[in-house]
């Protein structure tokens, strides 16, 4: 239907972007470059971080802080990353790519990981925990962090949804030995796919960008900077990867970036209606609360009920697209070793929808929403 309300649409400023993007393309220069760098400036400055690199994707920053601290730390095959099975498969994915073993802890009422039960998993084998920000909610991740420290394990923020999330005005993440966001296209900085990655360490920073540029030690654009002829000579010491970004995608998220905080503000204010529409559904719609202290981006507001498929069914029927984030990752094949051992993401799983969050909505779409949900509720008896 015409009037159909989508779960995300992408708001790109288009004249802007084309402006930017123009650039590279005349230069003939659409790979690494100044707008790859200007990207990584403007995102330290943005975010108060020290180290930012810029890569084509959240999933490729994910897999190369596993390698920077495997090869650096000298973990072996096999050692444990804690992590939650209640996230986008690329999460635990890294995980594997890199030969570790990912080990599954609970979910609390923000749908992060709860710090009780990531204490339950610690053993002689556990290198790391894995934080994902669902939704760009905190959770109790000052917990998660105070588990790390008293444990000696690196903490890894997968920060894809949490482009902007601040707590107690600081942004997410300083604390992580490695913060990883995501650009692509749905997110809160939107571009066709990219991603930052972000070590405390300048070391580890100056390493990331080689493994990202396939072990090279300079890349392309570096080689051409340097006095007279171009510079076609380089070493290969490590066994790296083709994951950096692009002057194109970075053109894209230089725009972005100067919108984010204004759009993520307008998320809140979506969010905040919705939530007041739903408080006197309490007892049959549950909305995921934000952590205390947490200024979230808002990248989704979800909800939780009974009989998750056919509310979602009924909202379609109304012409009501929203989505699930996300399916418990042990109902996969791959990750089967680890069903069971979860029970509230497995409950969760069930019951979560995200409801449509985009930039495009009005006030009227969210009351829209908020009626078709209370019906579609009510009419399966959820």
Same mark, same amino acid.
């Given at each position: ?127 790391? =925990? ?36 601040? =707590? ?39 390493? =990331? ?78 909305? =995921? ?94």
């Amino acid at each position: 239907m015409s009037d159909a309300i989508q779960l995300f649409v992408p708001k790109i400023r288009v004249d802007e972007t084309l402006e930017a993007i123009r650039g590279p393309l005349e230069q003939g220069w659409t790979g690494l470059g100044n707008l790859t760098i200007d990207i990584e400036k403007a995102w330290n400055e943005y975010s108060g971080f020290s180290h930012s690199h810029f890569l084509n994707s959240n999933t490729s920053g994910l897999h190369l802080a596993l390698e920077v601290f495997k090869r650096k730390l000298g973990w072996q095959d096999n050692d444990q990353i804690i992590t939650t099975p209640l996230t986008f498969v690329s999460s635990n994915h890294a995980i594997l790519y890199s030969n570790l073993q990912p080990v599954f802890a609970d979910v609390d009422e923000y749908l992060c990981l709860d710090p009780d039960s990531v204490e339950q998993q610690i053993t002689s084998k556990t290198r790391a =925990v894995m934080f994902v920000g669902i939704g760009g909610n905190a959770g109790q991740y000052r917990r998660i962090r105070e588990l790390c420290d008293k444990h000696g394990l690196i903490l890894i923020l997968d920060a894809a949804h949490m482009a902007g999330t601040r =707590v107690n005005g600081k942004h997410i993440g300083h604390d992580a030995e490695c913060t990883i966001f995501s650009f692509q296209a749905v997110k809160n900085l939107p571009t066709a796919d990219s991603g930052m990655i972000c070590f405390q360490d300048a070391e580890l920073d100056e390493y =990331v960008r080689q493994l990202s540029w396939l072990g090279i030690n300079k890349d392309t654009y570096a080689r051409t900077q340097s006095k007279g002829a171009y510079k076609w000579k380089y070493e290969v010491d490590e066994l790296g990867y083709k994951y950096h970004g692009n002057s194109v995608m970075a053109a894209m998220a230089l725009v972005a970036l100067k919108y984010l905080d204004e759009d993520n503000a307008r998320r809140r204010e979506l969010a905040s209606r919705y939530r007041a529409l739903l408080a006197d559904h309490s007892d049959k719609i549950r909305v =995921v609360p934000t952590a205390p202290d947490c200024e979230s981006s808002q990248h989704l507001i979800q909800v939780r009920v009974a009989k998750r498929d056919e509310v979602l069914a009924a909202l379609n029927d109304a012409g009501v697209y929203p989505g699930v984030h996300y399916r418990d990752n042990t109902l996969y094949s791959l990750y089967r070793f680890g069903h069971g051992h979860t029970p509230k993401s497995l409950l969760a799983s069930d019951e979560i929808i995200s409801l449509p969050l985009h930039m495009f909505l009005s006030d009227e779409d969210v009351d829209r929403v908020g009626a078709a949900l209370i019906n579609a509720v009510a009419t399966v008896g959820a």
